[in-house]
């Protein structure tokens, strides 16, 4: 799945589920991307540049997208943010980060030189995984990252929930896409592809139950039609399912149910409109589910087979396990992500708006009733402790700093203390003690309410001549 929803390995990312990471965001491809699908048809494109685009770290306010659970590490939680990867050991009480310019660049820069992740990826036995311009890897807990692909265009990886070897990976080209296989963890991938197609594949997963059956999304270049692909086989042969959507419509795998492998949840996305449908048997059946005007950002099929699906918004829709339909929408954060540790019997995890909400991530013990906050990005002791991150994040970690407000003296004579983002109380003058980064953040500030008020207005339908294109996907729900 492209750039859109995520579940998380034991966890999850926007709206691009995956069995492996359990929820997703909605996330949007890289210019590089975008340069590339101009060359595929002007109806693929506007499906793909219309969606909410995440922030970027290179200019733009801190934002969340996708929580995930290694596997190994049972009191880990990760949280990817347009500015790094945040990492705590204790389950949510204390967290420190590795930064963008490190992970996707190995740079020491203050400002990321490339392309932001799109999303991240764990795989079973704990290795990190981020696409942004190429693939970087890291097998030491984020603390270095080496590059593992040179000169794709990677718009989609997906590691196996049970095999720590096999990961997929989707592979744009002027002429098409293809799916390769990496047999090492995402050192490298094999030369000779899985799939050819001259559509634009928009997702791969693999079943957590079976893993040698595997699904595809695939839409043509002009936006008149969509598959689901299945194989039963690892990949040696594919079988298309017709998915019978409008014209502009781009699907994505959400998840595919890690118990039944035959069941995969599907988001079926115009840009104006949202929607979830559900496959059965293998992709040979299909039924819409949930209807929205607006975009999902976030999706989780619960240990209990309960499903859950969030907006920007500040909307949960929820289907209780063993129901037929979803229940109307209850009052939630403003969701970036869904995520539950695998085997966890009640406790779900959310990416809330840090600006909006005043906490980046919230768990819930009761369905979604209720939201217990858990970290704000102002909580962030610094970079991680390992040698390469302490001293390549520095000069990023100072930027941040600035640029939340962490650390910032109380102005004197206001009653309403100092302090960090939309998370901590103050003054109206607390920006004051940011020194030279004081505009910036008044600059930031205004791109992040306008990019707010961009995300609030797609949720009703717009004039189709007032509406920029139709949209794309992942991590929050990619």
Same mark, same amino acid.
Request: charged share 15%; glycine share 12%.
């Given at each position: 799945?492209?750039?859109?929803?995520?579940?998380?390995?034991?966890?999850?990312?926007?709206?691009?589920?995956?069995?492996?990471?359990?929820?997703?965001?909605?996330?949007?491809?890289?210019?590089?991307?975008?340069?590339?699908?101009?060359?595929?048809?002007?109806?693929?494109?506007?499906?793909?540049?219309?969606?909410?685009?995440?922030?970027?770290?290179?200019?733009?306010?801190?934002?969340?997208?996708?929580?995930?659970?290694?596997?190994?590490?049972?009191?880990?939680?990760?949280?990817?943010?347009?500015?790094?990867?945040?990492?705590?050991?204790?389950?949510?009480?204390?967290?420190?980060?590795?930064?963008?310019?490190?992970?996707?660049?190995?740079?020491?820069?203050?400002?990321?030189?490339?392309?932001?992740?799109?999303?991240?990826?764990?795989?079973?036995?704990?290795?990190?995984?981020?696409?942004?311009?190429?693939?970087?890897?890291?097998?030491?807990?984020?603390?270095?990252?080496?590059?593992?692909?040179?000169?794709?265009?990677? %718009? /989609?990886?997906? @590691?196996?929930? +049970?095999?720590? *070897?096999?990961?997929?990976?989707? #592979?744009?080209?002027? =002429? $098409? &896409?293809?799916?390769?296989?990496?047999?090492?963890?995402?050192?490298?991938?094999?030369?000779?592809?899985?799939?050819?197609?001259?559509?634009?594949?928009?997702?791969?997963?693999?079943?957590?139950?079976?893993?040698?059956?595997?699904?595809?999304?695939?839409?043509?270049?002009?936006?008149?039609?969509?598959?689901?692909?299945?194989?039963?086989?690892?990949?040696?042969?594919?079988?298309?399912?017709?998915?019978?959507?409008?014209?502009?419509?781009?699907?994505?795998?959400?998840?595919?149910?890690?118990?039944?492998?035959?069941?995969?949840?599907?988001?079926?996305?115009?840009?104006? %409109? /949202?929607?979830? @449908?559900?496959? +059965?048997?293998? *992709?040979?059946?299909?039924?819409? #589910?949930?209807?929205? =005007? $607006? &975009?999902?950002?976030?999706?989780?099929?619960?240990?209990?087979?309960?499903?859950?699906?969030?907006?920007?918004?500040?909307?949960?829709?929820?289907?209780?396990?063993?129901?037929?339909?979803?229940?109307?929408?209850?009052?939630?954060?403003?969701?970036?992500?869904?995520?539950?540790?695998?085997?966890?019997?009640?406790?779900?995890?959310?990416?809330?708006?840090?600006?909006?909400?005043?906490?980046?991530?919230?768990?819930?013990?009761?369905?979604?009733?209720?939201?217990?906050?858990?970290?704000?990005?102002?909580?962030?002791?610094?970079?991680?402790?390992?040698?390469?991150?302490? %001293?390549?994040?520095? @000069?990023?970690?100072?930027?941040?700093?600035?640029?939340?407000?962490?650390?910032?003296?109380?102005?004197?004579?206001?009653?309403?203390?100092?302090?960090?983002?939309?998370?901590?109380?103050?003054?109206?003058?607390?920006?004051?003690?940011?020194?030279?980064?004081?505009?910036?953040?008044?600059?930031?500030?205004?791109?992040?309410?306008?990019?707010?008020?961009?995300?609030?207005?797609?949720?009703?339908?717009?004039?189709?001549?007032?509406?920029?294109?139709?949209?794309?996907?992942?991590?929050?729900?990619?």
């Amino acid at each position: 799945m492209a750039p859109e929803a995520g579940a998380a390995l034991s966890g999850g990312y926007g709206l691009r589920t995956r069995p492996a990471r359990f929820s997703f965001r909605i996330m949007t491809w890289s210019t590089r991307r975008l340069r590339w699908a101009a060359t595929c048809g002007g109806a693929v494109l506007a499906c793909v540049a219309a969606a909410p685009r995440p922030a970027r770290a290179n200019g733009a306010f801190p934002d969340e997208f996708s929580v995930h659970f290694p596997p190994d590490t049972p009191h880990r939680i990760l949280v990817g943010a347009n500015f790094g990867l945040l990492v705590s050991e204790d389950d949510g009480a204390t967290w420190r980060y590795s930064c963008e310019p490190w992970i996707v660049a190995g740079s020491n820069a203050a400002v990321n030189p490339e392309s932001s992740v799109l999303f991240y990826q764990v795989t079973t036995d704990g290795v990190l995984l981020a696409d942004a311009v190429n693939i970087t890897r890291s097998a030491d807990h984020a603390c270095t990252w080496p590059t593992t692909t040179q000169g794709q265009v990677i %718009t /989609d990886i997906f @590691a196996a929930p +049970t095999d720590a *070897g096999l990961v997929l990976a989707i #592979v744009a080209v002027a =002429n $098409g &896409s293809y799916i390769v296989a990496s047999h090492d963890g995402g050192k490298s991938f094999d030369p000779a592809h899985l799939y050819d197609t001259a559509d634009l594949l928009t997702g791969v997963e693999i079943a957590r139950s079976d893993p040698a059956v595997m699904y595809a999304t695939s839409v043509q270049t002009s936006g008149n039609g969509s598959a689901l692909l299945q194989s039963t086989d690892s990949g040696r042969t594919w079988t298309p399912h017709d998915l019978h959507t409008a014209s502009g419509t781009q699907p994505r795998i959400m998840a595919v149910d890690p118990v039944d492998k035959g069941t995969i949840y599907l988001r079926e996305l115009t840009g104006v %409109t /949202d929607a979830i @449908a559900i496959a +059965t048997n293998g *992709g040979e059946d299909v039924r819409t #589910v949930l209807g929205i =005007n $607006g &975009s999902f950002t976030s999706f989780v099929r619960a240990t209990d087979g309960a499903l859950y699906a969030g907006t920007s918004g500040g909307q949960l829709h929820v289907r209780p396990a063993g129901a037929a339909d979803f229940l109307p929408p209850r009052p939630a954060p403003h969701l970036r992500c869904l995520g539950q540790r695998l085997g966890e019997a009640k406790r779900i995890y959310a990416c809330g708006d840090f600006l909006r909400d005043g906490y980046s991530l919230f768990f819930t013990d009761d369905g979604g009733q209720t939201f217990t906050p858990v970290m704000k990005f102002t909580d962030l002791l610094g970079p991680l402790t390992c040698g390469p991150v302490t %001293t390549n994040c520095a @000069a990023h970690w100072e930027r941040i700093k600035g640029v939340l407000g962490i650390g910032a003296p109380a102005d004197a004579g206001q009653s309403g203390g100092g302090g960090g983002g939309g998370g901590s109380s103050g003054g109206g003058s607390h920006c004051a003690s940011l020194g030279a980064d004081a505009l910036a953040l008044l600059f930031l500030l205004g791109f992040a309410l306008r990019a707010t008020r961009r995300s609030a207005s797609q949720l009703h339908p717009v004039p189709a001549e007032l509406h920029p294109d139709a949209g794309s996907v992942r991590n929050s729900i990619d």
